[in-house]
Each structure stands twice: as C-alpha cells, then as structure tokens.
C-alpha cells in the first residue's frame, strides 16, 4: 500500500486539538508543527480525515520537501517530483505560494519556476507542450521557510469548515472548525446538558451535536480529491460507508437561544440540514432571562464583539448579564470567547484558564470557568448467589 506524508493545517492554537483528534483517530506517529501536523497514510487515511477531522483547515499531501536558496534548486527541487503520475493530462494545476525569512522571497515568481516545474514533468509523459486544464483541481502550494521548501497539493477543495450544512450566517459567524475545538475543549459530552444563550446562527449547539452523536463533519460535502483519478472511487465509497456506520444514537439535550429573531430561523434550518435539529430546543429570548433547573451543565458563548464604540459598550453590557445569570449556575461550567482585554471585569469573576485562539484574524481568548463533573454513579455489588461447596476449616470429611 502506498504511504502520503500527510498534513492537517490548524488555526493557531488548535494544533493540540488537532493532533489530539488524530491520536483518535488511530494515527500515533504525529509532528506537530505551527500551524500543522504531519503524519503517514494511505489514500484511505486521506479520505477518512478529510471526512472526519472537525477542528482541522485542511489536509494537504506533502510530495517533496527540500532545500532551495535559489531558483536553480527549487526549479530542480520540483523538478523531482513525479507530477505526470498523478495529475491527468487535462488536470488544472494552480499553484499558489508564501514565503517566510527565505533567500526567495518573490512569491509571484516562485510559483511561476514551480509551475514551469510541474509542465515539465507532464511532458514527460504526455510529450505535449500545452495543457487543456479543464480536469480535476490539483491546488499546489509552495512554501518556503528559512530556505526549506515544501510542495504540497491540496486534498479538500473548500476549506474544511465548510460543512455543507450552513445555508445562512449571522453578521459574524464563527468559523465551523473552531466551534467544534471550543466544544472539544470544554469536556462537554451528551450525559450534560448544553446551553448556548447567543447561539446566533447556531454553529456552537449544531457542533456539538454532531460531535455528541459522532457524525463525521465531512458527509455532507465533496473535497477535490474526490475528482483525482489515481484515488480509487472506491476509497471515498468505503470511507463514507465506515463514517456513516460510526453514528451513535444519543440524544443529547443542548438548549440554543438568542435575541435576533433575524438569525434565528437561520439556525432551526442549518440545525435540520445537518441532521441534528432533535437533538437541540430553540428558544427565542434575550440572555437576561437564561435560566436552567439542570445541574453540572456547560455554557459556550460567542458573544457580539461590537467594533464601533457604542457596540463596545453594549457588549460590555451583555458579558455583566451574562456574568449574573452564570452566578445562579454554581454547578455549570462556562467557556466564553471574547476579544475583550477586560471581559473578566465586565463579568464580573476571574477565570480559571484562558486560552490565545483566533476567530478569522480576530485575536480571541477562550475564558474558561470549570465547575464540578456529574458524580459518578456507583454501582451497587451484585449479591453473590454462588454456593460454596468448599468444605470450611475443622468440617468433617
């Protein structure tokens, strides 16, 4: 079977997450990156992690990695690679590029040496100069870093928070990938309930469900590896067949509210787009009137950032009364996302843990608020009905 040098890219400050999942997922021999994590697989592994990694960007397949100080190397560099054994003769080859602290910091004519690179090992095979390009998507990228090249060819397509299932957004919806991490960070699991007071377009609560019945965020979608003819269809087949076997029936109790009656219906419909609208109650209101009789519950927010100075200072106003309902909660635990500097305050507690993540190219930090787990239910020792047949010290033979 043939091995790939495989690549999930992360938003900063996921990369634990991310390798956390893979680990998961079976795959022990990770090297985690900046930005990235490595490991080996087969053309089964591609499809399985394109299909089920939630808090992942993308998964790129790295074919060659090399030193290049000059465009006389990374011409040769690329050269080596053997394009012709995998890209069709019609494939479209777009090759974008990035360069950090290299020698070659002229990213527009990086991509045209590795462009030239790539026709050149097609003619190889095909013994023609010019190429159609109207196939399957090969998505080439070169990235230098301090003279180290790496080629990657992008395996998804559309980026992996496109799920499929979100039709509509609020103003500022949160990217997919990272609802799934702050879920995943929480510890939240389907024996708590879950509540998202600012649920907007509903991405937090439909996450977490999915998660809660472990349905891959892949099934909805088609990724553009689908299309390479090299990868056999039946990989893809047999991966979405293994995905679809893997759902648990649970029914996890998540509440999701929020004011804007405008982006509310937006969240009912995603929610039954992506097969979990039983699994979540909707409820229009404001967060003053959040409440929850439930114990040893967990909140997730992404509440409104507001970015002119009067929806600052709203904002600040909603992480005060989210703050008092949350005192009524002594056995909740509670995960905010904020890029205020003084949500603390504004809350009125200091956290537990916070955590540097980024929403787009928005600086967040994730406040954590730990409460107590459920205890354990102890099983009562079931009584021993077996009969000794032992004879007992000093008994007669």
């Known amino acids: 079977m043939k091995t790939y040098t ?21 795959y022990d021999e990770l090297t985690v990156e ?26 790129l397949w790295e074919v060659a990695e090399f030193h290049a100080a000059d465009f006389e190397e990374l011409f040769q560099g690329a050269r080596t690679v053997p394009w012709e054994e995998f890209i069709p003769e019609n494939g479209t080859m777009h090759v974008t590029g990035k360069s950090i602290k290299s020698t070659l910091f002229s990213v527009p004519d990086c991509q045209s040496i590795v462009k030239k690179a790539v026709v050149e090992g097609m003619k190889r095979k095909y013994n023609r100069v010019r190429f159609e390009e109207n196939g399957p998507l090969f998505r080439i990228e070169i990235a230098l870093l301090k003279d180290r090249a790496s080629l990657t060819v992008d395996t998804s397509g559309a980026g992996l928070h496109r799920r499929g299932y979100r039709a509509k957004g609020g103003e500022a919806p949160l ?16 024996t708590r309930v879950l509540a998202d007071p600012f649920c907007g377009s509903g991405t ?18 088609s990724f553009a590896s689908e299309e390479w003819p090299h990868l056999h269809v039946g990989v893809w087949k047999q991966a979405r067949k293994e995905a679809r076997e893997s759902v648990i029936d649970v029914q996890p109790v998540i509440l999701a509210s929020d004011s804007d009656g405008r982006v509310f219906s937006a969240a009912r419909e995603n929610a039954e787009r992506a097969g979990v609208g039983d699994c979540i109650i909707f409820q229009k209101k404001p967060v003053e009137e959040f409440s929850s009789k439930k114990k040893y519950g967990c909140l997730i927010a992404n509440p409104p950032y507001g970015e002119r100075l009067g929806e600052v200072k709203e904002a600040e106003k909603l992480y005060s009364v989210l703050g008092k309902a949350f005192e009524k909660l002594d056995t909740w635990s509670c995960f905010i996302l904020s ?45 021993n009905t077996s009969i000794d047949t032992t004879p007992s010290a000093g008994s007669a033979d």
Do not use: M
């Open 6 to 26: 495989l690549i999930a890219t992360t938003a900063f400050g996921l990369e634990s997450i991310v390798a956390d999942e893979l680990r998961a997922l079976g």
């Open 34 to 59: 900046n930005g990235r994590i490595k490991f080996r697989g087969g053309s089964e592994d591609l499809a399985r992690c394109n299909l089920r990694l939630r808090c992942a960007d993308r998964l």
């Open 175 to 190: 990217r997919e990938t990272l609802a799934a991490a702050i879920v995943r960070l929480s510890r939240w699991d389907a």
């Open 204 to 221: 937090i609560p439909i996450e977490a469900a999915l998660a809660a019945r472990n349905i891959a965020p892949g099934l909805q979608r």
């Open 339 to 383: 890029p205020h500097d003084e949500f603390e305050r504004y809350f009125g507690k200091e956290s537990d843990k916070n955590r540097k993540l980024y929403n787009g190219k928005i600086k967040c930090y994730l406040y954590q608020y730990l409460g107590p787990f459920p205890p354990r239910k102890v099983r009562s020792p079931k009584p």
